[in-house]
């Protein structure tokens, strides 16, 4: 039988149980991660939403920036949600803040009017021919991407789901929506099904 990517999820702060929620659906087993020592046996790992400067703070605190950069470098699949996807970014402006910097991209986390609003909406990606629903929670924008980072789903002109190798992000929640789509993806990036040359190509 094919063996299932052991996920991590970071549970400092923010909408982790729902991450847990649709693993538990998909019959995947997850573990909560709060200190270096968590990520253990660990292939994949979710950086839930929820309230970034939070977020990064512990992650410093508990050295679990650098065991989270330790753990891309050697081929771990990570996957942002929102205030994840701020803590995955190259660069984070309006306000500044410190961040992984394991994705080529730069957000905005409030750009004083520019910042999507907070709001439900659905929308096409190209992981599959339906729709599906977008919650937007205070959602950073992502105004800069490098030429390795694909974008997957747009949403009012905005990427809004990008992936760079083995590096997953969405600026929205998929975890706060009982559709699977994007969790199934992000567990075939997991699983090696889904190599960087395996381009998928971005709709229009
Ligand atoms: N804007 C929030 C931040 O800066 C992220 C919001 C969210 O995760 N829903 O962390």
């Known amino acids: 039988m094919e063996k299932l990517p052991k996920v991590g999820i970071l549970a400092v702060q923010g909408d982790f ?19 270096p020592r968590d990520l253990e046996g660990v292939d994949a790992m979710i950086l839930p939403g929820g309230e970034s400067t939070t977020q990064w703070k512990f992650l410093v605190e508990e050295g679990l920036d650098r065991s989270l950069r330790e753990f891309a470098a050697r081929g771990g699949a990570i996957f942002g949600t929102c205030a994840g ?6 660069e984070v402006h309006h306000p500044d803040q410190a961040s992984l910097g394991l994705a080529d991209i730069t957000v905005i986390r409030n750009a004083y009017g520019r910042q999507l609003a907070s709001e439900v909406r659905s929308g096409l990606t190209s992981l599959s021919p339906e729709p ?26 905005q990427p809004v789901l990008v992936r ?20 199934e993806y992000f567990l075939r ?3 090696g099904k889904l190599d960087s040359a395996d381009k998928v190509l971005a709709r229009d």
């Open 189 to 191: 990036i997991a699983s």
């Open 85 to 90: 996807a701020i803590l995955l970014a190259r």
């Open 132 to 157: 599906i629903e977008m919650v937007f929670i205070r959602a950073p924008i992502i105004d800069r991407m490098g030429p390795n980072v694909e974008v997957l789903a747009t949403s009012q002109g």
């Open 17 to 35: 149980e729902a991450h847990a929620a649709t693993l538990a659906r998909l019959g995947v087993e997850h573990v909560f991660v709060r200190t």
């Open 164 to 183: 760079q190798g083995r590096t997953l992000i969405a600026t929205f929640h998929p975890e706060l929506t009982s559709d699977t789509t994007v969790h």
